[in-house]
């Protein structure tokens, strides 16, 4: 008889690493984490967010793009360097949901 369990841990192998909501770039363009060169970044891995708080800037065209958390959580993960350019629908964030 085959057993039975084998396919179920099949959906744990498409789940990140990290848990959480994926925050992805909605437009092409630079990543920013921080308003200005010299200032603090918007988030850090390990802070809480709330709904609706900027988490980081994206330049397209020279217009500065704030993009902001869809649920209130912890980042987990930032995956764009500053300065980095980004493709439409890349992961910015993972932020786990709290």
């Known amino acids: 008889a085959d057993p039975a369990p084998a396919p179920a841990p099949a959906p744990k192998a498409e789940e990140p690493?990290?848990?959480?909501?994926?925050?992805?770039?909605?437009?092409?363009g630079t990543f920013y984490r921080a308003p200005s060169p010299d200032a603090e970044p918007f988030v850090k891995e390990g802070d809480t967010v709330k709904?609706?708080?900027?988490?980081?800037?994206?330049?397209?065209?020279?217009?500065?793009?704030?993009?902001?958390?869809?649920?209130?959580?912890?980042?987990?993960?930032?995956?764009?360097?500053?300065?980095e350019p980004v493709e439409y629908g890349q992961v910015l964030f993972i932020i786990e949901p709290a």
Request: net charge positive.
């Open 17 to 28: 690493a990290v848990r959480g909501v994926e925050v992805k770039a909605p437009i092409v």
């Open 51 to 83: 709904k609706g708080q900027v988490l980081c800037i994206i330049e397209a065209m020279k217009l500065m793009n704030e993009i902001e958390s869809e649920v209130a959580g912890v980042v987990r993960k930032v995956l764009v360097n500053n300065g």
